[in-house]
């Protein structure tokens, strides 16, 4: 097979059939489906993973974006005299009242165990940013599926080409076998 | 999608161009589906805010009302409510808009390309969903 271009990712492009008697000599049809076959195989798996990136993005942009909305909310209030009234969930479906005098720091849960203290307007750049970022991958993601799209159904059409060339040389054979 | 290049012999030549074509609709197929998922879903919580915006015509001015801001609700004033309500009406319905122009340009160049591959390929080819 010929030299593979790939994508920015590194997603390497499926080869195409022009003409199947060039592209593959009539001994090496079956050995070429099966190879067809394990790519299509790879593809599939890269989808797969892909998928499963694209969900778990999916899940975390509407997070960020609740927390971010608190945030504009707090620096929204942040010169209000009256405290905030708010029920806040203290634990799963439990929720408590509390009156928040106008608050100009807040916490960051980081993961990994680690909470930071932020003033509001970085709270909300830091955030922002971690919006923007998360859109960014998901916009990559989807690109990445597109062309992996286009690979697997490129693959398909050259898996069914080879084929129908085969059952077409196999007839034709037995044609000729048959005259004799 | 499947070929379905039967015993007919026709065997048209696929060439680059086509490859291409066939790609692009199967590519373009996918995206309308995601398109028109998130487009339901827009359109749902649009739904919600509508039933939210009336449902609060009734209430008292001057009751606060528990509006939910990421996970803890807060006690806001009714006015306040409503800009809050209003302003992600207005959001949706620009996203709503911009999904459906999306999803109407997908359809035309799939509409496009299924001409030119029903009349290249005919029978040995399936474009339908």
């Known amino acids: 097979m010929a030299q593979l271009e790939s994508n920015p990712r590194g997603i390497p492009k499926a080869p195409f059939v022009g003409k199947v008697e060039e592209f593959t000599p009539e001994t090496e049809l079956e050995s070429t489906l099966k190879k067809f076959q394990e790519m299509i195989a790879k593809y599939k798996y890269m989808e797969g993973h892909l998928l499963q990136r694209k969900q778990s993005l999916e899940s975390k942009i509407p997070d960020i974006k609740k927390t971010l909305d608190m945030v504009e909310y707090l620096i929204a209030t942040e010169d209000s005299t009256e405290p905030m009234l708010t029920q806040y969930e203290l634990n799963d479906t439990l929720y408590a009242h509390a009156k928040i005098p106008s608050a100009k720091t807040v916490y960051l849960w980081l993961g990994a165990n680690v909470m930071l203290e932020y003033s509001t307007p970085e709270a909300k750049t830091l955030l922002s940013q971690k919006h923007s970022s998360a859109k960014t991958s998901l916009e990559q993601v989807n690109e990445d599926l597109e062309f992996l799209r286009d690979q697997i159904t490129t693959m398909e059409v050259n898996t069914a080409r080879v084929y129908n060339y085969d059952v077409k040389l196999r007839r034709q054979r037995k044609e000729a076998g048959g005259k004799e | ?129």
């Open chain 2, 1 to 129: 999608m499947k070929m379905l290049n039967q015993d007919e012999e026709a065997d048209t030549e696929v060439t680059w161009e086509d490859q291409q074509n066939i790609n692009s609709f199967s590519r373009l197929n996918m995206k309308i589906q995601n398109l028109e998922d998130q487009y339901e879903e827009k359109k749902k919580e649009k739904e919600y805010l509508d039933d939210l915006s009336s449902e609060l015509e009734l209430a008292d001015e001057d009751d606060l009302v528990k509006y939910r801001i990421g996970d803890a609700f807060v006690s806001l004033t009714l006015e306040a409510c409503q800009q809050r309500i209003e302003s992600e009406q207005e959001i949706l319905s620009k996203d709503l808009e911009e999904f459906s122009s999306k999803i109407d340009g997908i359809t035309d160049s799939m509409n496009k390309l299924k001409v030119v591959l029903y009349k290249k390929f005919g029978t040995s080819i399936n474009l339908e969903r």
